[in-house]
Nanobody, 113 residues
Framework: QVQLQESGPGLVKPSQTLSLTCTVSGGSITTNYYYWSWIRQAPGKGLEWMGA???????YDSPSLKSRTSISRDTAKNQFTLQLSSVTPEDTAVYYCNANRYWGQGTQVTVSS
């Protein structure tokens, strides 16, 4: 059973870069055909897919967020990370990491001065 756990700051100031880490257990992030995604849900809105890194290391970007997002991985630590630059209050959301049918519990991030 693959388990995912998000970690990162709960509060970020506007214009700063948000960094989140997803730690994976019960499976390797290099396992074939797994795609490791970041997804968020802002208050009152639906789920928004932000991007992914594949088992192969290939990257997939959301066109709407491409200029601000960076996804990477650390295979030694079995983790993948999200960096979102130039955050605004509109980036306030619950951020989830996801792999195929597996989800983390989500972490609340608030952007406020």
């Amino acid at each position: 059973q693959v388990q995912l756990q998000e970690s990162g700051p709960g509060l970020v100031k506007p214009s700063q870069t948000l960094s989140l880490t997803c730690t994976v257990s019960g499976g390797s992030i290099t396992t074939n055909y797994y795609y490791w995604s970041w997804i968020r849900q802002a208050p009152g809105k639906g789920l928004e897919w932000m991007g992914a890194i594949a088992y192969s290391g290939s990257l997939y970007d959301s066109p709407s967020l491409k200029s601000r997002t960076s996804i990477s991985r650390d295979t030694a630590k079995n983790q993948f990370t999200l960096q979102l630059s130039s955050v605004t209050p509109e980036d306030t959301a619950v951020y989830y990491c996801n792999a195929n049918r597996y989800w983390g519990q989500g972490t609340q991030v608030t952007v406020s001065s």
